[in-house]
């Protein structure tokens, strides 16, 4: 019926939502870990591959990878915190 349909859950919109996290969250992190993560994650690169694109060794960019999620997972919770808390 279109109330199912209406009512259901949309599997998109947790994304959507991760996705706006994501976009805003990603001005923490300076332009060159930017295009790190893009490279990697857009781009499907590997670390070797990225290390020869950036001019650092492999083992930085292992680092900058890791140090850069660290960063966004950070940043990502206190929004979702900010935005869990009642306004007083």
Do not use: H, N, W, Y
């Not at 870990?33 to 690169?45: C, K, N, S, T």
């Amino acid at each position: 019926s279109l109330a199912d349909a209406i009512g259901a859950d949309d599997p998109e919109m947790a994304r959507t939502e991760m996705r706006v996290l994501l976009d805003g969250a990603m001005d923490v992190l300076s332009a060159r870990d930017r295009e790190v993560l893009r490279l990697r994650f857009e781009e499907d690169l590997t670390q070797t591959e990225i290390s020869s694109r950036i001019g650092v060794s492999q083992m930085q960019i292992s680092r900058i990878i890791r140090q850069s999620l660290v960063r966004l997972r950070m940043d990502i919770e206190r929004e979702r915190e900010r935005a869990s808390t009642p306004a007083v």
